[in-house]
């Protein structure tokens, strides 16, 4: 079913204010707790992981007020973020179809910027990010599998 989300960045706190939500709000972590940058699988598209950065949190989602999710990650200087406030949230929409996603990024991309293209990620997922042309960040990530 599709969703809508909210996406935080942290520069190298997201445990410790995940944490805090989670004190706040009550629940668990979905999908099983932290995902850290050190479950990333190698691979020759992307640098290995700089080790002090292994430990920081690549995902955490904590389900909030019924079904809204807020999730979050650490962004490290060391792949390339630069957080400051008002560019650390992004509106995670999750549609129900590829084709759908693809619609919705073209979309909003118009007049903005692509920050990675709509592709098949190591998680499963189809996804993206853009930021509007009003500086509205946007985050992709479809379920649906792609049919041959």
Known sequence: MASVSTYLNFQRNTEEAFNYYKSVFGGE??????????DIPPSDDNP?????DKNLVMH?????????????????????????????VYINLQ?????????LFERLSVGGKVEMDLQ??????????????????????CAEKMTS
């Not at 499963?124 to 509205?136: E, H, I, L, P, R």
């Open 29 to 38: 972590f979905f999908g099983g707790g932290l995902m850290r940058f050190s």
């Open 48 to 52: 290995p992981v700089a080790d002090e």
């Open 60 to 88: 955490v989602e904590l389900r909030i007020l019924g079904s809204h999710s807020l999730m979050g990650t650490d962004a490290p200087e060391s792949m390339g973020f630069k957080v400051n406030f008002g560019n650390n």
């Open 95 to 103: 549609p129900d179809t590829r084709a759908e996603t693809k619609e």
């Open 120 to 141: 098949d990620m190591f998680w499963g997922d189809y996804f993206g990010s853009c930021t509007d042309k009003f500086g509205v960040q946007w985050m992709f990530n």
